[in-house]
């Protein structure tokens, strides 16, 4: 039995990149704990200036939770693409060596 050996050298960038998914995930995170800070921070009846009717707490969360959530999220999102951007400055050249063994069978 032989062993057939062929080498290639090639080179490739490497650079860390953020995880968007994680960002977008405290993102959310920080518009719950923002959405709650908003609705037992404010000292309010829960009772509607324009219509009068009474609301209840977890519906004022649920309401300004509806705005926090997706504001925070894109606040972690633009967060993630400058940290991406400033990934790419640090971008640095790596040398990669593909090494392919085959064997022959001679019988």
Request: charge should be positive.
């Amino acid at each position: 039995m032989a062993e057939e050996i062929t080498e290639r050298v090639e080179s490739a960038r490497v650079r860390r990149v953020p995880k968007y998914s994680v960002f977008l995930l405290l993102g959310a995170a920080a518009g719950i704990i923002v959405a709650l800070a908003l609705t037992f921070g404010i000292p309010d009846e829960g009772v509607s200036t324009n219509t009068g009717l009474q609301y209840s707490a977890g519906q004022v969360f649920g309401f300004i939770a509806l705005g926090a959530i997706p504001v925070c999220m894109a606040i972690a999102g633009v967060i993630a693409l400058v940290l991406d951007r400033a990934a790419r400055r640090r971008t640095r050249e790596v040398r990669i060596l593909h090494e392919r063994v085959r064997t022959v069978d001679n019988a």
